[in-house]
Nanobody, 127 residues
Framework: QVQLVESGGGLVQAGGSLRLSCAASGRTESAYAVGWFRQAPGKEREFVAAISFNGDNTYYADSVKGRFAISRDNAKNTVYLQMNSLKPEDTAVYYC????????????????????WGQGTQVTVSS
């Protein structure tokens, strides 16, 4: 199994930046893809960004493209989500998710594709 812990959330003004981290532990020796999702109150969980194990493939939701950047440091078993030009509509609980035993270049964009989930970190963007 893979355990995930998110950090880096907080309160920021519109136009500001935050960097979220997703630290993995457990069976990290196998290839695992990671995705970030978010869920605002009263809304469904939505895809934000994803990265393959080898880092060659990334994918972003249209709503964050050009503002957010996903990256990973496999030596540290950590995936990052750099969020710039934040907007009030980015306010949500952000979750990272992982799926192990994947092809190193595999990537997923739906919650059902992922197996492991973190507990989430709150991001609040004030106007």
């Amino acid at each position: 199994q893979v355990q995930l812990v998110e950090s880096g959330g907080g309160l920021v003004q519109a136009g500001g930046s935050l960097r979220l981290s997703c630290a993995a532990s457990g069976r990290t020796e196998s290839a695992y893809a990671v995705g970030w999702f978010r869920q605002a109150p009263g809304k469904e969980r939505e895809f934000v960004a994803a990265i393959s194990f080898n880092g060659d493939n990334t994918y972003y939701a249209d709503s964050v493209k050009g503002r957010f950047a996903i990256s990973r440091d496999n030596a540290k078993n950590t995936v990052y989500l750099q969020m710039n030009s934040l907007k009030p509509e980015d306010t949500a609980v952000y979750y990272c998710a992982a799926r192990d035993l994947t092809h190193p270049a595999a990537i997923g964009t739906t919650p059902a594709w992922y197996v492991y989930w973190g507990q989430g970190t709150q991001v609040t963007v004030s106007s």
